[in-house]
C-alpha cells in the first residue's frame, strides 16, 4: 500500500499502482471526467500514471492554469501532427503551452501558409482529436532519439537533443505521432473540443536573428466550442479597444521610422494627456514628502558598472557612447537609480533626517527586438514615474504602508478597482542566493505583509521570487476585460546602497547603511496609458480627457456666440474646443462620439437667441437646454468627483 496525501492535508491509503486517475475517480465520477493534469511530490506527471510511492498529490481540471496549460501543451502535439499530415515535409521544430494557447514553430521550406491553409488545418486537427488518440511517455537514449529525428530530417530536433543528456529524454506518442516532450498530457485528444489557429509570425530558430527564419502558427483550444466563441467575443473587443488604434484616433501619440522604431512620439493632446497624470502624481507625491530631481539621459559607463546595470543591460542592449576624448565612454541610461544614489551622495546624512524620498520622471532607454515592440506597451525610451527612498530599517514599515497608500491613490483615481498583490520573498531552500542580512530580510518580508493586510489587500505570497537583491511587492490588475497587468511595483533593496557605499549617521554616532526602496506606481508613463486607454475604451476619466467639451455649431451664422461660449469656458479652466467645420450637426455630433468627449454642447438659432446652450452627454444623449453657467457648475462637480485629493 501507498499513501497519499491531498491538498486538504488529508491522507488515505492506496494500493501501489494506481493511477492519478484512479486516485480522482475516488473522489468522485466528475473529478475523475474532468481531471486534466496532475503533480505527484511536485512533480508533474500523467493521468495514467501507476503511483508507486507515497507522496502528495495535487489534481488540476480546466479552472487551474496547470490543467489549461496541459490541455494546451497537448494540442500543440495535435497540431504537430496535422501539420506532418497536410505538409509531410515541414520540419517541426518547438511548440510550448503560452499563457493563451499555444504555438508551434514550423520550417515549411519556402512555402507561406495563408489564412485559408489555416482553416484546413483546424479541420485536420479536429478530425484527429475526435478519435480519442491517448497520449503515452516513453524513454529514450539519447541515440534512439537522435536516430528517430535523423531519419525524419528533422536538423532542429537533432539540434536539441545533442544539448540534452542521455537518461532524461522522453518522447510522447499518441496515435502514430512522436514527439520529443518532457511530459504534463490530458488523458486523451478527445477532450479537446474546439480550436482556432488566430495567426501566423515570423520567429527565428532559438530566437537568434542569425538563424532561419520559421512560421510560428499561433492557436487556442477549448473543452467546449462554446467557451472558444467567448474568446473570440473577447479578441474582437480588445481588437477595438487596442490603444494604438484609440491612440491614433484621439490623436495622442504616433511612431515614425526615420525617428527610429520603439521610440514614441507624443502629439499635442497626448503630451497634454501626460501632463497632467505627472501634475496629479507630483502633487500626491508632494504632500506624501517626496522632492522632486533630474537627472540627465546618459552615465558614464562607470557609473553602470558600480551598480551592476552594465552587466545586466551591456551586451544586449544600446552599445556606448564615445566622445572625441580619449577614454570617454558614457550609456544611455538603463535606469534611474545609479543617479539617485549618487544625489543621495552628495552630503552625510543624519538618522534624523531620513526618509530621504528622490522623485523623478526618468526617461529611460533599453533594447528590445524589433520583434518584440508593440505600440505603447513595448518600446525602446520610455518615462517612469520613479522614486527612491532612503531610509532606515526601522523606518521601513511606514515607508512601505505610505507608498501602498499613493499606488491605492493612482489606482481609485484611474478607475482600477480590480486588482491583487503578489508579495515575492526568499527562497527558504537557498538563502544563500541573497544579499543583505537575514534579519533585516524577516524584518523587511514581514513589514511587506504587514502593510498589505493592514491595507486589506488582497494578496499571495510567492516563495522564492524575491529579487537576489530584496523582496518587492507588484499589483496585479485586472483592465476591464479580465486581462491582467502588472501595474505599480514596491522593491526594496539592499544591493545599491552596497555597491554605493551610502551611509547615514545613526543615533549611536556610527555609519549605517540606509534601505532602497524602488517604487513607481504606473510603472512608465507610456506602458500606463496604453493600459488605461484600453481599460476605458478611450473614455477617460473626465479630469484627465483630452477633451472635455466639444461645441457643435450649427451653421456660420452661430458661429460668433459659439466662440463666446468658447471663451467663457476656456476662462473657467474647461478643456474646451470648437467645431466650427462646415459639416452637418449629425457628422460632428459622430465625430465627437468617436473622440470620446464627455460632453458636447449644440450651439443654433434657439440657443444663441437664449443665450443658452444645448447639452449632449457622451454614451447618454441630449441632457437639455440650460445656461452657460449652470453647465459650468455641472461640469466642473462632475470632473471634481472623478478625481478625488491625496490625503497623507
Ligand atoms: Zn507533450
Ligand atoms: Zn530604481
Keep these: 500500500m501507498i499513501q497519499i496525501k491531498f491538498p486538504d492535508n488529508s491522507k488515505r491509503n492506496f494500493e501501489k499502482g494506481t493511477t492519478v486517475y484512479e486516485v480522482a475517480k475516488s473522489i468522485s465520477e466528475g473529478l475523475a471526467r474532468n481531471v486534466l493534469s496532475a503533480k505527484y511530490n511536485d512533480k508533474v506527471v500523467e493521468v495514467s500514471t501507476p503511483l508507486d510511492e507515497d507522496g502528495e498529490i495535487q489534481l488540476f481540471t480546466w479552472k487551474n492554469s496547470e490543467g489549461k496549460t496541459a490541455f494546451w501543451h497537448s494540442s500543440a502535439h495535435v497540431l504537430a501532427q496535422a501539420i506532418l499530415i497536410l505538409y509531410p515535409n515541414a520540419k517541426l521544430t518547438i511548440g510550448p503551452a503560452i499563457e493563451n494557447g499555444f504555438y508551434y514553430d514550423v520550417d515549411f521550406g519556402d512555402h507561406s501558409i495563408s489564412e485559408k491553409e489555416l482553416v484546413d488545418l483546424e479541420k485536420k486537427f479536429l478530425e484527429l482529436s475526435k478519435q480519442k488518440f491517448v497520449f503515452k511517455m516513453r524513454n529514450a537514449t539519447k541515440n534512439e532519439a537522435l536516430d528517430f529525428y535523423k531519419k525524419e530530417k528533422n536538423p532542429y530536433k537533432v539540434e536539441l537533443i545533442e544539448n540534452l543528456q542521455d537518461g532524461n529524454i522522453t518522447f510522447c506518442d499518441h496515435s502514430d505521432f512522436t514527439d520529443l516532450c518532457r511530459g504534463g498530457h490530458i488523458p486523451n485528444t478527445s477532450f479537446i473540443k474546439a480550436v482556432k489557429l488566430l495567426n501566423v509570425a515570423g520567429a527565428y530558430w532559438r530566437g537568434d536573428e542569425k ?18 466563441t467567448e474568446y473570440l467575443e473577447l479578441l474582437e473587443e480588445a481588437k477595438k479597444r487596442d490603444h494604438r488604434k484609440i491612440g491614433k484616433e484621439l490623436e495622442l501619440f504616433t511612431f515614425s521610422q526615420k525617428v527610429g522604431q520603439g521610440l514614441p512620439l507624443w502629439l499635442p493632446k497626448g503630451a497634454a494627456l501626460r501632463e497632467r497624470l505627472e ?211 514596491i522593491q526594496v533593496d539592499y544591493n545599491l546602497p552596497e555597491r554605493f557605499d551610502l551611509t547615514y549617521k545613526g543615533s549611536d554616532n556610527e555609519l549605517h547603511r540606509p534601505v532602497m526602496i524602488h517604487r513607481a506606481p504606473f510603472g512608465s508613463l507610456e506602458r500606463f496609458v496604453a493600459i488605461l486607454l484600453e481599460h476605458t475604451a478611450g473614455n477617460l476619466p473626465i479630469w484627465l480627457a483630452p477633451k472635455q467639451v466639444k461645441l457643435l455649431s450649427v451653421s456660420e451664422k452661430h458661429e460668433k456666440y459659439a466662440k463666446k461660449v468658447l471663451n467663457y469656458l476656456e476662462n473657467n479652466e474647461i478643456r474646451a474646443f470648437l467645431d466650427n467645420r462646415n459639416e452637418t ?46 453647465f459650468v457648475n455641472l461640469i466642473k462637480k462632475e470632473i471634481s468627483k472623478s478625481i478625488s485629493k491625496f490625503e497623507n
Design 211 to 228: 538563424n532561419k527564419q520559421l512560421t510560428r502558427i499561433y492557436g487556442i483550444s477549448f473543452p467546449k466550442q462554446k467557451e472558444l
Design 585 to 630: 450637426i449629425g457628422k460632428k455630433i459622430r465625430d465627437a462620439e468617436i473622440e470620446k468627449v464627455p460632453f458636447m454642447l449644440i450651439i443654433g438659432e434657439k440657443e444663441a437667441e437664449m443665450g443658452n446652450i444645448s447639452v449632449r452627454k457622451h454614451r447618454k444623449g441630449d441632457i437639455g437646454m440650460m445656461e452657460i453657467k449652470n
Design 279 to 489: 501634475k496629479f502624481l507630483k502633487e500626491a507625491q508632494k504632500k506624501a514628502g517626496y522632492e522632486q530631481v533630474i537627472s540627465p539621459h546618459i552615465g558614464n559607463k562607470d557609473l553602470y558598472i558600480t551598480s551592476g546595470h552594465y552587466e545586466k543591460y551591456g551586451e544586449d542592449s544600446f552599445q556606448p557612447i564615445n566622445t572625441p576624448a580619449e577614454g570617454e565612454t558614457f550609456l544611455l541610461k538603463p535606469m534611474n537609480c545609479p543617479h539617485h544614489c549618487e544625489i543621495y551622495k552628495t552630503r552625510p546624512w543624519s538618522y534624523k533626517e531620513l526618509p530621504k524620498r528622490y522623485a523623478e520622471f526618468g526617461t529611460v532607454y533599453r533594447y528590445e527586438q524589433s520583434g518584440e515592440l508593440h505600440g505603447l506597451t513595448r518600446v525602446r525610451g520610455f518615462t517612469q514615474d520613479d522614486a527612491h527612498i532612503f531610509c532606515t530599517p526601522d523606518q521601513l514599515d511606514q515607508e512601505f504602508k505610505n507608498v501602498i497608500d499613493l499606488v491605492l491613490y493612482v489606482f481609485n483615481s484611474l478607475g482600477f478597482y480590480d486588482f491583487k498583490a503578489q508579495v515575492s520573498i526568499r527562497d527558504p531552500k537557498n538563502p544563500k542566493k541573497y544579499i543583505g542580512d537575514t534579519e533585516n530580510w524577516d524584518k523587511a518580508e514581514k513589514s511587506i505583509i504587514k502593510a498589505t493586510k493592514e491595507k486589506n489587500i488582497e494578496f499571495e505570497i510567492e516563495e522564492g521570487e524575491a529579487a537576489f537583491y530584496g523582496p518587492k511587492l507588484d499589483f496585479m490588475v485586472n483592465d476591464a476585460l479580465g486581462r491582467k497587468w502588472q501595474l505599480g511595483t
